[in-house]
């Protein structure tokens, strides 16, 4: 039972019990997002309600930022057996391609000097997010066509990934689109990119050929990625506006890096 004492000896055990750092399934350069972490603290007893400081800090490794760079200090009163959840959101952007991590800890002290707290192993926690940095690329989709028609009941959806210079469309990255694994490829909204669904090519191959730009006129002697993913209906919804592919290419003999782009679509159910 919870008791308050008048005296300067307190005694509580404070905990972080969790911090969650759920990251999106992938970054893309250049393209800052949003990603709220929960911390749960609480105290264990015998003595409160007590007064809390609770720091929240972030570490960024490489080829990543965020924002609130700084330690963060929140002062809470914690009952004996009610946990509080803390939320904080941080702006994250990717740098580099690749793996890049970020290590989110919390912090829970007594605020009064005359507490005791009878444990210090459980003080601390730290979650480590993992976020997959994705280099921009540029698509077609329906190359030849100015609207992007798409029917949902239609076979497949051609769509060309473009090879691009550093800088051309926008993304600062070149890109040779001849290096795409396949079988990694998946299409669809964004939304649905971000669960980890989309289609794949019915082909399962890339169709190497010099594609219409985006302007649909004129080519310019690259080799493109030419893919046809499908059944539409299982990658966009009536009210979609923009169709994605998401994908790995080979960056290097031994390794792989992801990739994104986007196109404005019509779809028709």
Known sequence: MSRTRTTDCRESDLSVDAVAAPAPLFGVLGKPV???VASTVSN???DGPTEAKVERKVLAGTGITVTPDTAATTLTTLAVGTPQRLEKSYTVNCVEPGSRTLDFTTTVTPRRAYVVDSRADNNQ???RLTLDCAVPVTINVHPGSAKNPINLNGANVPTAVLTTHAGEYGPP???????IVVTSTRF????????NLGV???HNRIHQEDSLERDEKTRDGDLDAVLHFGPPRDALVPSDTTACVFGKFTSSPSGLTSFYGCDTVDVKG
Do not use: D
């Open 173 to 179: 990255l070149a890109f040779n689109a001849t290096t």
């Open 125 to 127: 926690r730290t979650a």
């Open 200 to 202: 794949t090519e019915i």
């Open 44 to 46: 264990a007893g015998p």
């Open 34 to 36: 949003t990603i709220t």
């Open 188 to 195: 669809g909204s964004p939304e649905i990119l971000l669960r």
